[in-house]
């Protein structure tokens, strides 16, 4: 019973990883981006202010 | 002096939606009508075997309410954005609190009615017998209501002001209404069951406890949520 | 956080960098070490490896939900909007890693417990915990005027963390009715270790990853107010 498990298992333990780093991996790269986004965003929006 | 002046007000408020929803019936008949039609599709669903239809018999009952209740709880609001009357409301003085009340006692009368037409439609369409303890099952549905009531008119007042109000409504309700309907459709569902097990009492004092939170933060919370 | 006078306020400070590399970093090392390390278990041999990213998860999950009870609490109390945007950045942070406690459990229940999903108390309270998120991010999606937003995602994120152990306490006695319980083993010390580091490094992630979610949520409405000012004639003190 407990060879059955061990055995069927490593595909749904590799499973885990894979999808816990693939959706960490997409969270760092849409918060970096979302970061970069507002922060080019924002110093547009204060040179606009400093041109008027 | 101060707690006679809320009163008033929630008794004008209460006063005025009802009488608004007297002179139109089309609203009570149209949301009664749509309770009746879910639980003519649940029947259908659950198949013409008798004995399933017997045993979901509770649980349909309170997703019917639950989905034609629904539109209830726009609805009171919806009515008086189409006037531009909320603001008005709004303008006048006396405790805020006391618009949340209005709104509640009326929809809870509201709901009620229309409880009354399904539940008769219910105990017809799916053969439940009626046991002695019929007052206790009574009890329960209205305090399965007053939590039903009590987050829909909260949350409505939020959903009724936004964009993609239909859809907002449900998505924010049906999560928070989880314990008091796994709780009002078990006391029922046992009561109906003859309550072998004894625990149609329990779950009775669970929902007295959920009403007693729901009512208390929904109350604490329209302050808030009506402010702007 | 002090009040922010007239609701304005400038670009956030933020976050240093080297927390960045640091969580990353420290992350990957964690994962590999803890996988290396822990010996097969006698009951579920490597499944038991899943522990090092489910159980995390989860914690974090509710470590991110407590962020967002506070930060709603504090704004209703101070209306401050900064207090708002960290909720805000909190709850998208915790809607994601509740997401993945869900899947992640379920890949762990499958091969475990024979099935997918399991009517118990742990598992219905986190995913009506995960439908609150969902419902609390729409309401911000749909509304615009920043105050009703806040004032309102304020209320639902307090209601909704009141509702939760409310669930979790209703469906545990809906379970015990029937009679069905799980019951919880104890955790055998070699892999206590994985398991701690494993916190930590999620730990330290989600303040990250909260972190610069509530700096680019920050740079966004000061660039609101940049553009509000320079349309009020470009000196706004």
Redesign the interface.
Known sequence: MASGIAGGGVGYVVASYVITWVVLGAMLVRTVGSVRRARAEYDQAAKGEFRT | MAFNDDVRRIRAIVWKDLTTERRSKAGFNSVASLGVTILVLFGLALGPDGKALHDAAAGALWLAILFAGVLAFNRSYQVELDGGALEALLLYPGARWAIFAGKLIANLIFVTLMLVIVVAVGIVLFSVDIPATWPLIVFIMMLGVVGIVSLGTFYAAMSSRSRAREVLLPLLLYPMLIPVLLAAMSATKALLFGDVMNEAGAWMQMLVIFDVIFLVATFLAFEYVIEV | MSPAPSGQFG?PK?APNWLGWLA?LF?IFV?VYS?LTSP?D??????Q??MY??VP?AWVTFGAFGVVLVASLYF?WKDDERADLLAASAAE?GS?FCG?TL??GM??G???WGVWWSWDARL?STL?LF??F??YL??RS??E?P??RG??S???G???A??VP??W???Q??RT?HQIQSSPRGLAPEYLRGLMLNLAAFTL?TIW?IW??Y??????R???H??Q??AL??YNG
């Not at chain 3, 006698?42 to 499944?47: N, P, R, T, V």
């Open positions: 670009p933020p990353f992350f994962q996988v097969a006698a009951m579920m041999g490597h499944l490896k899943n990213v489910h998860a209703l942070v994601l993945l899947v992640l890949l762990w499958r091969p475990t219905t009506v439908l609150i969902v419902g729409s309401l749909f509304v005027d105050h009703r004032q309102w304020a209320a639902v307090i209601l909704g009141i509702n409310i669930v306490m209703s469906v006695w809906w009715l992630l990853f610069r979610r700096e680019a949520a920050r740079y966004e000061a660039a609101e940049a553009a000012a320079a004639g470009g």
